[in-house]
């Protein structure tokens, strides 16, 4: 497997000119943020997830996890590494400084979780997990509570988990059956739940699961599900590690990737009851556990988003290396690297512009998730709010789909090679798959997308993202630049596509629902492969703004030009058709009825 390399020239791009550091001042708390600081930042992220993530990311994947004698012990090297994440404060990279952590925004903290997932999936699940639980927790847990356990989990020494899955209840939470009751103070919990991610590992000395759970006389469906803190081991009054609690890991699963992220079946209470404290208040567990989903949701969008750009450079690197048939119209000439080839490059282009539009995407989300935390302008506060709900289950449903595509388009560049496992592309191929299923999967975002997002207020957030779109139509146009009137004249009908098909979902969703939801993939992936050409777009004016005043990496700057028109004239196109699937195509959908199968 090749090595990583942060893709820091990028990552440095986006965030001082799209995302703008220079905005994030404004934002309450992230007054220090500053150009020094974001490079110190990313150089030493860059070097851990380099140096100790990725040199173990073959070997955990053929090692894998073990389950003997009731735990779970992850691949040698595993422990070393994420200690070193632990010791280096990285887990508490976005957490406020209020309670521990190092208090940076997102805009931060996001581009090095990518390189972490980059470098090593299966491991950087782990503190993919636990932020989200200290988020979950921070919003909701109780102050005596968080005091025992939020330290802990904040530096790294502890990890949490989401217990939210049973055999009968995986996209339908309205099923969950777990059950508690109160005893005292606490609560005792009793159930199976199932894939929990880290359900149990010896990379931390307790591990605290968030746990959804029904008590007593509870309101049927997600109304009546509460959420639980069950930590492995117990705490003494003095808040030092006490006896085990009632928890069980039953076994793990085989999988096909991911090898090295342990998937537990959990069992709690088999004697006593597990000792279990509400969070939140009872039957408002649901609410309580979006906030980790939804901060889950994206991160896993980030895995994919990691995952695509480690696939790219073992295929670019490879294609620069393997010598293979002459080059087009040089019959006399020796073999030229496949990379000579124009397929070769078009595949490896269509990699990259997807890599480049996704990341462009996720960061923006991010800028929109700090917006809502600490603007001090409660218009811009809720224009955050807003921005971070829509663009949620896009980032985490198109970037996963495209980890799944690009991972194989990585195999196809590498051609049967791919298909070995000593080369690691086909580990990228089995590692994404998942990325799809997981924290709700695609589809649930796509009807998420729909329902919710857009349907709940009538196409408000919607409407303004389109509208922001449209007003830097004009600019776009206005520039006399072959390159970017060849991007404005594909990106132009794909705005106008989405605006469509957003209006014909906001009418569908209203009257004829299942119409809508035949369409909700297809829509999903519109909005998408859209949202792709106008930040790659803005980034294409950018450069050529700065190579216009000669500020700047050239050959970088014109790589960003290169990769927009690709991108408009290879994927922007494909909105159109889509538009159509959306408007036209859930009649045969709907009329394939059970029989017909
Ligand atoms: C490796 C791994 C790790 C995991 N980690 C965790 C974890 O840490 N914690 C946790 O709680 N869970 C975890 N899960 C569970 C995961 O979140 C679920 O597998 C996922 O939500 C889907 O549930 P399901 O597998 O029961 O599929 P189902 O819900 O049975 O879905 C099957 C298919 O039906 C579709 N479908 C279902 N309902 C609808 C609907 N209403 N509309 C449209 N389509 C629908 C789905 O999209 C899917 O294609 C993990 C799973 C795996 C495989």
Redesign the pocket.
Known sequence: MSAYTPPLDDIRFLLTHLIGLDRLVFLRGYEFVNEELAEAILVEAGKIAAEKFAPLNQGGDRHGATFENNRVTMPPGFRDAYQAYVDGGWNGLPVRSAIGGQGLPWSLAMPVQEMMQAANLSLALCPL?NQGAIELFDAHGSESLKKKFLPKMITGAWTG?????EPQ????LAAIKCKAVKDGDAYRITGQ???????DHDLSENIIHFVLARLPDAPEGTKGLSLFLVPKILLKDNGSLGTANDVRVVSI?H?LG?HA?P?CVMSFGDASGAVGYLVGEENGGIAAMFTMMNNARIGVGVQGLGLMERAYQSARDYAKTRAQSRDIGQPKQPPVTIIHHPDVRRMLLSMKAHIEAARALAYCCAYAVDVSHASPDPAQKAWGAARMDLLTPIVKAWLTDLSNEIASLGVQVWGGMGYIEETGAAQHMRDAR?LA????????QA?DLVFRKIARDKGAAFNALLREIEEFLPSLRAQKSDELAAIAQQLIPAVKAARDAGAWMLTTAANTPADA?AGATPFLRLIGNMLGGYYLAKSAVIAQGLLASDTGDAPFLSGKIITARFYAEHVLPQCLALAVTVMSGSRATLAATEEYF
């Open positions: 997990l988990t989401m217990n939210l899955t209840a995986g996209s339908d739940k199932i894939f929990i991610s880290y359900g699963e999988k991911q992220s998937t998942v299923i997981y924290e709700g999967t695609n589809g649930i009807n939801a």
